[in-house]
């Protein structure tokens, strides 16, 4: 989780540089090619449902990864983590035929409205919350998509296809953005991010499933609001109010309780 926010935080230069989308696509391009060379995936002896599945998770990581990104360009990175949680949140709830599960996605969205307000006013810009529940949409497909991923493939190898599948879709949109005012330098910045997110976080994630339930992973996973919240404010010094912190709080115990309710796999 703290690879993931810094990440992100430490993103913000590289970005304004060469853009979202673009940088995006680079630190999937990395992401891929490191994958690929250690886990060296046969690629060639996939057959159709295997493509199937690794594109649909290929693309859900694509949507994820672009939309956040491009989100915390023009809103808070504590913001854009919240609502970026409710994709999963959802995935939670709408496993759980009880009107009571209900309860957990209004709380959230009660947090998320106070993080959505400072003292200026509203800090969240339309188009950035869009991107946001944008990203939210693509990380819910991502738990509903690796599942099936997981057993369609062996180790790591749905991983590392998904990545170089995601890459490819991204490429259009990261050239477009302006390919010619790339600099090795920002190639190296982008080589750097991409071990910070998304490989290592991936990586790390993986091996803390096959040790632990999903449900406790879950559980963990619910203070990534609040991570992102600091790395915000440590590294791009956006600051919270009183409210602000209030509304960290009730999402992460809102996500804190869907996955008690329920076991759900990671993002």
Do not use: N
Not at 189 to 205: D, I, K, N, R
Not at 243 to 262: D, E, P, R
């Amino acid at each position: 989780m703290s690879s993931v926010q810094f990440g992100a935080a430490l993103s913000a230069p590289v970005m304004s540089a060469y853009g979202s989308v673009m940088t995006t696509w680079l630190r999937l391009c990395w992401a891929a090619l490191a994958l690929v060379l250690i886990v060296r995936p046969p690629l060639r002896s996939y057959t159709g449902s295997h493509w199937r599945a690794a594109g649909a998770l290929g693309a859900a990581m694509a949507c994820m990864t672009l939309c956040f990104f491009a989100a915390i360009q023009r809103i808070p990175l504590g913001l854009a983590v919240a609502i970026d949680f409710l994709g999963p949140l959802c995935v939670a709830t709408f496993s759980v035929r009880q009107a009571r599960a209900l309860l957990w996605p209004l709380l959230a969205l009660s947090g998320v409205l106070l993080l959505a307000h400072d003292k200026s006013g509203w800090s969240g810009e339309p188009v950035g919350v869009l991107l946001a529940c944008g990203a939210a949409l693509g990380w819910g497909s991502y738990i509903v998509l690796m599942k099936k991923v997981g057993a369609a493939f062996q180790g790591m190898e749905g991983l590392s296809t998904s990545l170089l599948v995601a890459a490819v879709l991204v490429a259009p949109f990261g050239l477009s953005q302006g390919i010619g005012r790339l600099t090795p330098a920002g190639v190296a910045a982008t080589a750097g991010l991409a071990m910070l997110v998304p490989l290592l976080p991936y990586w790390l994630e993986m091996i803390a499933l096959r040790r632990m339930t999903a449900s406790s992973f879950g559980v963990l996973m619910s203070l990534e609001p609040a991570i992102g919240a600091l790395a915000g404010f440590v590294v791009l010094h956006q600051p919270m109010t009183g409210l602000q912190m209030i509304g960290t709080l009730l999402v992460v115990c809102a996500s804190a309780g869907a996955v008690v309710v329920v076991k759900v796999p990671s993002h």
